[in-house]
């Protein structure tokens, strides 16, 4: 099975790099070849546009930065969909709208190509590592398929129905950490405030009903100033955004995602620092 790859950035490096660990041959597709370095060293082979990946491949697998990326990337000039071929299997592994998800399957139908969107959770660790969640909407058929892919580079993958389905249980988990990660950063700023120890705070917190991933991965990043991004600031708020248009589609209300979703904004928006990690938030608390 030929993998064809467009998207090497923080999340695809690792995910691409867990692909070749498992012998599947993968040809990959960067806006900025130099990015790709890293799996072209690796094995990975090179084209030009993303038309020419998905000449070349039996999968192919997006993840990319924002849904008017997808968008390009599928529709556009030297897209995918203008070589795509009949029986050949699409994956958008973007955070995106489940929409345009809805979209992609449809043209792909169209086309008789499989379409599967597949968003994933675990950060760059869970890129390196090969554990990531992977979300799963499409058809039966097509997620089976692709099984030992999704393996490759996940340790738990769920097919939660049709399209666009992975992308609302994304929209689920992304409503969590926004919980998790705001409350991770006012538990530390008002741990320093109190005078506690906030690195023994978080291990004995770790240890209790409020322990969680956010707090184990990026607290420690936090106490040494490392807010390099696992995962870019401006991607979550992009995600948030698009959770709270969905709820507003369902007519529900979400109060609390909605609060988070204006403290990010606020930090990328108004302090300008999108490009740090999501545990960046701490710095708007020091403005």
Do not use: C
């Not at 070749?20 to 070849?33: G, H």
């Not at 082979?45 to 990326?69: L, N």
């Not at 390099?228 to 979400?254: C, N, S, V, W």
């Amino acid at each position: 099975m030929k993998i064809g790859f467009i998207g090497t950035g923080v999340m695809g490096t690792g995910m691409i790099n867990n692909l070749l660990k498992a012998n599947f041959e993968v040809t990959v597709y960067n806006r900025t070849k130099a990015h790709a370095q890293e799996v072209l060293n690796h094995g990975a082979s090179w084209q030009q546009t993303p038309a020419d990946v998905a000449k070349v491949s039996d999968v192919v697998i997006t993840i990319v930065g924002f849904p008017k990326d997808v968008e390009e990337v599928y529709f556009g000039h030297n897209g995918i969909f203008e070589t795509a071929r009949p029986g050949e299997t699409l994956i958008d592994m973007t955070t995106s709208s489940p929409v345009l998800a809805k979209k992609i399957f449809s043209a792909g139908q169209d086309r008789q190509i499989d379409v599967l969107d597949a968003p994933v959770s675990g950060g760059d660790v869970g890129a390196r590592n090969g554990s990531l969640t992977i979300m799963v909407g499409g058809q039966q058929a097509a997620y089976e398929h692709v099984l030992p892919v999704f393996n490759a580079m996940g340790t738990s993958v769920t097919r939660f129905g049709g399209a666009g389905q992975g992308q609302n249980a994304k929209m689920a988990n992304q409503i969590m950490i926004a919980g998790t990660m705001t409350g991770l950063t006012e538990a530390l700023i008002f741990a320093k405030a109190a005078g506690l120890d906030q690195a023994q705070m978080i291990k004995t917190i770790q240890g209790g009903g409020a322990a969680n991933w956010s707090m184990g991965t990026y607290g420690p990043r936090i106490l040494k100033d490392d807010l390099k991004p696992g995962f870019y600031a401006k991607h979550f708020l992009k995600d948030l955004r698009i959770a709270l248009d969905a709820a507003d589609e369902m007519e529900i209300q979400l109060p609390a995602t909605q609060k988070a979703k204006d403290l990010y904004e606020a930090m990328v928006d108004q302090f300008d620092l999108g490009n740090l990690g999501t545990q960046g938030l701490i710095k708007i608390y020091d403005k």
